[in-house]
């Protein structure tokens, strides 16, 4: 069942690692197939280093086990809020990246400082706000994911595609596993990027009719960036 997207999913895990994303098994790559409404996601805990397309999981977008010997990852009801509130997402990834989570820990959301910020991301990368007792004790996981959507009732997620969770982590997301793991690759870099930006210049700011140049020379309806497709 879904067994090309296994492979993409494990593929995505394992180059969490060669981009210096993760340490131990500090985080987890999941895609849907949108016809089916299921969810292929790494397993809980288990190593990078033995991880093989066998051991990935399918869940439905209830996180009801459909495929699989192991446990899904214990962030699964997160990654299915996601995909429940962005129709346009196609893969998710949650790491623990150094400067990210620092921005996450220290409940800031990343500006836009830089063109190399607005190549992927328009705007600034939200932080959520903080999560509720109620919501911790109730379904930690799951309502990590509604905060998450909370975050963008007015930012476009396929334009700003990542999110810092506050005290926790970044996620990121894009229409493919392999796009998935980019974003989180570029969100890692910017987060560093405006760590140095801003101890260099605190008050330094961006102009927007440079972020919007920038961002739509890529994406816009007249995107230029890069080879005609054929």
Not at 49 to 64: Q, R, T
Not at 88 to 94: L, T, W
Request: aromatic share 6%.
């Amino acid at each position: 069942m879904l067994e090309a997207l296994k492979k993409e999913v494990c593929e995505a895990n394992l180059a969490l690692v060669r981009h210096g994303l993760v340490i131990l098994t500090w985080g987890n790559v999941s895609a849907i197939d949108r016809q089916s409404g299921l969810v292929v996601i790494k397993p809980s805990g288990v190593s990078y280093d033995n991880m093989s397309a066998e051991d990935m999981v399918v869940v439905d977008l209830e996180g009801n086990v459909v495929e699989g010997s192991l446990r899904p990852s214990s962030d699964t009801p997160t990654h299915l809020e996601i995909y429940k509130s962005f129709e346009g997402v196609g893969a998710v990834v949650h790491t623990h990246s150094t400067y990210a989570t620092a921005w996450s820990q220290a409940c800031r959301s990343i500006p836009n400082l830089g063109t190399t910020h607005s190549d992927t991301f328009h705007h600034a990368i939200p932080c959520t706000g903080e999560m509720t007792k109620e919501q911790i004790e109730r379904a930690y996981e799951k309502e990590t994911g509604v905060v998450i959507a909370e975050s963008f009732r007015t930012i476009n997620p396929m334009h700003t595609p990542a999110v810092l969770v506050a005290h926790h982590g970044p996620f990121a997301w894009g229409e493919s596993a392999k796009k998935a793991v980019e974003n989180a690759v570029i969100l890692e870099e910017v987060a560093r990027m405006a760590s140095i930006t801003l101890a260099l210049n605190p008050t330094v700011e961006m102009n927007e009719d440079l972020v919007e140049k920038h961002y739509n020379r890529k994406h816009g309806a007249n995107a230029y960036y890069g080879q005609i497709k054929k």
